[in-house]
């Protein structure tokens, strides 16, 4: 099984808070703990929250942890499974491709 990328990293700053910030990447995921809310409190800041999120979507094996575009690993295992269901797989990883490159378009110009 290929570990490739299916889609970039989105375009990072250095300025975002999972950058700057020690906290994304935690022992215990529970939704509502009080490190998961404030990272992502954090994360629903951020310019590339959307970009995050979906590039987190499209590329499972390089997200197992932490906090990705303001979700925990269960609810991005979860949103998989249920997009898979929906879309199938092929459908599902155009669908991401295509959303993904939507928010990177949709990225202020100092971050894209």
């Known amino acids: ?3 490739q990328r299916d889609l970039p990293m989105p375009p990072l700053t250095g300025d975002e808070p999972c950058t ?3 906290g994304f990447f935690l ?3 529970d939704q509502h ?3 998961v809310v404030a990272a992502s409190t954090m994360c629903r800041r951020c310019p590339l929250v959307r970009a995050c999120f979906i ?3 499209a590329n499972p094996t ?3 942890d932490g906090i ?3 979700t925990t690993p269960w609810q991005r295992k979860q949103l998989r499974k249920e997009l898979r269901h929906r879309l199938g797989s092929q459908s599902m990883k155009r669908a991401l491709r295509s959303e993904y490159a939507r928010a990177v378009a949709a990225l202020p110009r100092s971050t894209a």
């Open 33 to 35: 703990s009080g490190d």
């Open 27 to 29: 022992d215990n995921y």
């Open 68 to 70: 990705w575009g303001a």
């Open 62 to 64: 390089l997200s197992t």
């Open 55 to 57: 590039w987190a979507l």
């Open 20 to 22: 700057t910030t020690y």
């Open 1 to 3: 099984m290929s570990h």
